[in-house]
């Protein structure tokens, strides 16, 4: 079974416009990270929150974490056709140091 | 440096039948992780090696094998293939030194993968 769930499935929007995703979790967590997959590229690690952290940047990325909702956002701004990809949240649970992925948000940014 | 390569690239198997693929991590690299990703279970974790011993395992059937050897490099193997065998399989290394750990404490680099067919 999947730990985290992302929120929303899909996501389409125009270029410039913002993306925002969510994910939540179910138990306490060392971590979360966020990757990008897209067919040119495979898979490519975007940030890692650790749970003593709420937010981290990282270019046009921004990645909050809210340890007592269990969830987390990521953020793109002024998004690319490039952006357009599949965005997966990992968590790694406090007491585990396996590496779960959920379902993921596909994003697709309009010209 | 060279990123994650994986070997082959696709592969078509006869269901029965036993495949091994290959991964090679960055250099300096010592933890190699492994993944299964298909459109129903989406990426689930196999197991992970470092240092030529399995440190952490995911939940899957001892059909599921691998190994590391000295230079890092790993191999998994499948035995007698079903069809919902067929999936991407992903490889990924990262630069983790401690000899506690696993693939959710640190940034994975992942490989293209291995896209696996069963008939």
């Known amino acids: 079974s999947q730990q985290g769930e992302e929120d929303p499935q899909a996501l389409s929007i125009q270029e410039g416009e913002n993306a925002t995703m969510n994910c939540s979790y179910k138990?306490?967590?060392?971590?979360l990270q966020w990757y990008r997959q897209n067919s040119g590229r495979g898979l490519v690690h975007l940030i890692l929150i650790r749970s003593n952290e709420r937010e981290k940047h990282s270019g046009r990325l921004r990645v909050t974490l809210d340890t007592s909702k269990k969830s987390s956002s990521l953020l793109i701004t002024a998004s690319r056709a490039a952006d357009t990809a599949s965005y997966f949240c990992?968590?790694?649970?406090?007491?585990?140091?396996?590496?779960?992925f959920g379902a993921g948000t596909t994003v697709t940014v309009r010209a | 440096k060279a990123g994650v390569t994986q070997t082959p690239r696709y592969l078509i198997k006869t269901r029965g039948q036993q495949v091994t693929l290959s991964c090679s991590p960055i250099?300096?690299?010592?933890?190699v992780s492994w993944y299964q990703q298909t459109p129903g279970q989406g990426l689930q974790f196999l197991f992970e090696y470092f240092s030529e011993t399995q440190r952490n395992k995911g939940n899957f059937p001892g059909r599921f094998s691998g190994r590391q050897f000295s230079n890092s490099r790993s191999e998994m193997n499948v035995s007698t293939l079903e069809l919902g065998d067929s999936a991407l399989y992903l490889c990924a290394s990262s630069t983790e030194t401690g000899l506690a750990g696993g693939p959710g404490l640190y940034e994975q680099y992942f490989g293209p993968g291995t896209r696996l067919t069963v008939t």
């Open positions: 990992a968590t790694a649970l406090s007491n585990d140091y396996k590496l779960s």
């Open positions: 250099s300096g690299h010592r933890s």
């Open positions: 138990t306490s967590i060392n971590n």
